[in-house]
């Protein structure tokens, strides 16, 4: 069994607000889950929702809680493609206040014109 794993340097620890868009993310075991397609937060609260990926089965959305550290090359998430939301209309019941704000503004965020 082949063990996928992240590039060992992905450089530095960056923040939020110079993470650039198309960046690699993989999950905790090393293997691909997308790119960084938006950083969804509100840079005048100082306030990180989260990170809208591409994925390979479409656009999903990994909650500030869910991201384990940003790089500048490459960004580790909790979990792979398949266990993060997909962002919607509808948010899901259940959700961190956090993690739903989030998520509605990853909907938003792909709904409104560019």
Known sequence: MTQHTA????GAPVSYLVLKDGTDVYDRSGDPVGTVSHVLADEHAGIFHGLLINTS???RFAGADQVDGLFE???????PAAGLATPSADT?????????????RAWAWLVEPK
């Open 92 to 104: 899901p019941a259940g959700l961190a206040e956090n993690r739903a704000t989030g998520l509605q």
């Open 7 to 10: 590039p060992e340097d992905l």
């Open 57 to 59: 089965d479409g656009h």
């Open 73 to 79: 090359r490459g960004v580790i998430v909790a979990e």
